[in-house]
């Protein structure tokens, strides 16, 4: 039996209860986290991927999921770790309170059993107690409730406002492509997420939908809730670069983007938060940290680009921009945290 059939094989349960005051630390070789990636790569149903990852998810220790999370963001390059991180933002996406509209994304019942209050209060302390920043600010911002929305829902493109709700909800699920086109400029979450799940529509119809600067936040959520459009590398960087796009859903995005593409969305967003950056910068230097570590050993010295030199956490980063966008990413990070932060 081979070493992945033996973690396919490891339990998941926890050695340690949560309610556990010293719980052992979670090891990145940990057998749970290595057999959390083996189960969930072995199903081909991105649906069907999700739920079973929330089952599983259900009877693990926070410290482990903690751990599961900022592994699989610093290991995005590697494909089961991506396609583990890929399934847990579809988890978080789904059980992510819903939104203060008439009609926003649909989720159902069971899905929102995990997690409860307490649940989110323990993993997010779990991941802060174990130094894990990114997965503490992922949990955080998912799961927050949005609040009561302070605003109206955008009205209908001209082009299709003679058109209830009710009209268009039924013709995005429908197979006529001439009617499917046409509500590619809604900005309703019901009316786009149908749209993202109608098969007849592809890549270069939803980006339109991910383009749109006249949207709403929530429809770009609506959009990524569909899995075969949360793996798409394109629209995935064309919502990150949607100005409109919330800061949480660019937080669970990040560790899937390019390197250029991060440092585009930086240069063109400066009024991101320090919520957003510093579990960013924690993050690749998180990944980076032997390094790192190295460097200082060899040289005695910290050079500030260093963290750059290695590309590690952003799955396929720079074919096009070479390596001279490391260091450029890492400088705006610096600067957007400073500026968040109103220091210097």
Aim: glycine share 6%; charged share 25%.
């Amino acid at each position: 039996m081979s070493q992945d059939d033996v973690a396919a094989e490891a339990p998941l349960q926890p050695a340690n209860l949560p309610s556990d005051p010293s719980p052992e630390p979670v090891v990145d070789d940990d057998p749970r986290l290595r057999a959390l990636a083996l189960r969930v790569a072995a199903l081909e149903d991105p649906d069907h991927r999700a739920g079973r990852l929330a089952e599983l998810l259900r009877a693990m220790a926070p410290e482990v999921i903690a751990a599961a999370i900022d592994r699989a963001a610093r290991r995005c390059h590697e494909p089961d770790q991506r396609l583990l991180y890929l399934s847990l933002v579809h988890v978080l996406q789904t059980v992510r309170p819903r939104p203060a509209l008439t009609a926003g994304p649909v989720r159902g019942d069971a899905e929102r059993q995990w997690p409860a209050g307490p649940e989110i209060a323990l993993l997010i302390g779990a991941a802060s107690r174990g130094g894990h920043g990114f997965a503490a600010a992922l949990l955080r911002a998912t799961l927050d409730d949005p609040g009561p929305y302070d605003g109206r829902p955008l009205p209908p493109h001209v082009s299709i406002e003679h058109l209830p709700l009710g009209t268009r909800r039924q013709q995005a699920r429908g197979p006529r492509r001439e009617e499917l086109l046409r509500l590619l400029c809604d900005t309703d979450p019901a009316v786009v997420e149908l749209l993202a799940r109608n098969p007849r529509l592809r890549q270069d119809d939803l980006m339109q939908v991910a383009t749109q600067r006249r949207t709403h936040p929530w429809a770009l959520w609506a959009l990524l809730l569909a899995p075969r459009w949360l793996a798409n590398a394109a629209i995935c960087a064309a919502v990150a670069h949607n100005p409109t796009c919330p800061e949480w859903l660019l937080l669970a995005l990040a560790p899937l983007l390019p390197s250029q593409t991060l440092l585009d969305v930086l240069r063109k967003r400066p009024l991101l938060g320090p919520d957003f950056v510093r579990p960013l910068r924690a993050l690749h230097r998180g990944a980076l940290g032997p390094t790192i570590d190295a460097r200082e050993q060899a040289t005695g010295e910290a050079p500030a680009a260093v963290a750059w030199e290695v590309e590690v956490s952003l799955g396929p980063a720079l074919e096009d921009g070479g390596d001279e966008a490391q260091p450029g990413l890492d400088e705006a990070l610096a600067q957007a945290l400073q500026a968040a932060t109103g220091s210097g």
